[in-house]
């Protein structure tokens, strides 16, 4: 049995997350689709982690086991030519059979975009939040300032995460302004369900002026949802990058 380690570009706007889900069109359900025509396997692909519904990835990372003689040049090949075009396989290699891409992941960094502006846009509104208000982007970047280091999530996580700890520990939390577009970037060793998602309605309502920057520092320590803000839309979320061990 060989190894097989995918790297995965996709547009989430028509797919219902990464999970697989009976008779709903998802990234794992399409490619397993195919990877079981070519190999006539049963295939299982192992992904870095869960994606949301609406939420795209520039570099998901994912994993399969097979006994095929294809090599990974003719699975990237035929799998680009049969996935839907809102998914693309930009790596296919043989990676050490004990390769794990979920679980021997180090580090994962998501963006997340806003477009801040009066007016809407009718290209592209499936890749960030509108927000019409102004928002105080020095405040917020004040409050992305207590989310650095390690500390218990619990008051960003989403309901029904299956996880053992909420504690994570963050290495980078930072926003960037390219005119009305605003970036929010943020990398951690894991992330819970919703989280940054969470973060950045917290983070919003700072700019908005609910709170001060020391609000977020606050919530963080409530450990409650309900002292948060809202849940930020799905489709200004993209997955950028997943690390690994060098060896």
Not at 145 to 170: C, N
């Amino acid at each position: 049995m060989k190894n097989f380690k995918l790297t995965i570009e996709y547009d989430g706007t028509d797919f219902h997350g990464w999970q697989y889900q009976p008779g709903l069109p998802t990234i794992q359900s399409e490619i397993q689709k195919i990877l079981a025509l070519m190999t006539r396997e049963n295939i299982v692909i192992h992904g870095s982690g869960r994606t949301d519904a609406g939420v795209h990835a520039l570099a998901q990372v994912a994993h399969f086991h097979s006994g095929t003689r294809i090599g990974p040049p003719q699975f990237q090949v035929a799998l680009n030519q049969m996935l839907p075009p809102g998914i693309v396989i930009r790596e296919c290699r043989h990676v050490h059979p004990a390769f794990h891409a979920r679980f021997d992941a180090i580090r994962k960094t998501y963006r997340y975009h806003i477009l801040n502006r009066p007016l809407a846009t009718a290209v592209g509104r499936q890749y960030h939040w509108h927000i019409r208000q102004p928002l105080d982007l020095s405040a917020m970047e004040k409050a992305a300032g207590h989310l650095l280091g390690e500390h218990d999530f619990k008051a960003f996580e989403g309901s029904g995460s299956p996880r053992v700890s909420t504690v994570r520990r963050i290495d980078k939390a930072c926003f960037s302004r390219d005119g009305d577009l605003i970036v929010f970037e943020i990398s951690s060793n894991g992330f819970l369900k919703f989280m940054v998602r969470n973060i950045v309605g917290t983070l919003v309502d700072v700019g908005r002026g609910k709170y001060g920057p020391e609000g977020v520092r606050d919530i963080l320590a409530s450990k409650d949802r309900t002292k948060g803000g809202a849940t930020a839309p799905a489709q200004g979320l993209f997955l950028m990058n997943v690390e690994y061990p060098e060896h």
